[in-house]
Each structure stands twice: as structure tokens, then as C-alpha cells.
């Protein structure tokens, strides 16, 4: 019977590796890093930055809601955020204390600011969008006067 090699899953991955999985300097990494509570790198003897898939889905995220999406850091915080609450209540989905049959307890008061957060991640996205629009009709009214002269 043939030797079966196993194919190797890597636990950790180097600032470098993760630069290049998305296109971006080590720069962009380490600020994220620094940025965005959810990532927190380990660190060899050297002190070298080590990151785990877990990671990389974050970072994942916030490269769509930065780089794709257009959010700003602020933004992407605030929708992270949001994500973040919105998984927690899905994880533990509320259940009606009158349907139950064992003795009720008083359900603790839910304060829903997730419209709130929405609203201000909508406004973000909306000045960011423009902000681009504004910068493409500056190009393409340049573009027209270099046509016209």
C-alpha cells in the first residue's frame, strides 16, 4: 500500500502570509490590528505577529466592509459591532417565559440600539458612496474640459 502523505493544516500564519492573502502591505495588518479589538495576534520568542484563521476571518470582514463596501475604520467598527450582537442574540434566541412551563423569571429589560447603529453605519456608507460619486464626476468633468479645449 502507497504512502499517503497528509496535507499539512497550519495553525499559525506570519504577517507576511496574511499581507499576501489579501492584497495589502504588512502596514495595513498591523494597523488593523491595532484598530480592531477582535484580532488579537500571537507572538513567537521573536516577536513576530502570528495570526490564526480566526483572525484572518476577521480580517476577512473588515477587508469586505473597508475595501469592497467603502466603510471607514469608524464604519467597520460600528458594523463589526453590530454583527458581533446580532450573532450573540442568534445564538441565544429569546424564549417566551408564558409558553414555558417551569416558573418564570423576570426577563432582563432589552435596550435595541441596533437601529440606532444601523442608521449611523447607513449615514457612513451613504457619505462614503457620495464621496466617491464626487470624485468620479470631478474626473469626468476634467476629462470633458481636455475634450473641449
Do not use: C
Not at 457620495?130 to 470633458?144: C, D, P, T
Amino acid at each position: 500500500m502507497p504512502y499517503k502523505e497528509r496535507e499539512i493544516e497550519k495553525i499559525f500564519y506570519s504577517i507576511g502570509e496574511v499581507a499576501k492573502m489579501f492584497d495589502v502591505n504588512t502596514s495595513h495588518i498591523r494597523f488593523w490590528s491595532k484598530q480592531f479589538d477582535v484580532i488579537k495576534p500571537a507572538t513567537n520568542k521573536k516577536g513576530n505577529r502570528m495570526y490564526t484563521m480566526g483572525d484572518i476571518e476577521n480580517f476577512r470582514v473588515i477587508y469586505h466592509l473597508v475595501k469592497e463596501k467603502g466603510f471607514t475604520l469608524k464604519g467597520a467598527k460600528v458594523e463589526m459591532h453590530s454583527m458581533k450582537k446580532k450573532m450573540k442574540l442568534a445564538a441565544h434566541p429569546r424564549v417566551d417565559f408564558m409558553e414555558s412551563a417551569e416558573p418564570a423569571v423576570a426577563p432582563e429589560p432589552e435596550v435595541d440600539i441596533a437601529p440606532v447603529q444601523s442608521d449611523l453605519v447607513d449615514k457612513i456608507a451613504l457619505k462614503n458612496s457620495l464621496g466617491k460619486l464626487r470624485a468620479s464626476l470631478l474626473q469626468l468633468n476634467n476629462e470633458i474640459e481636455k475634450i473641449d479645449v
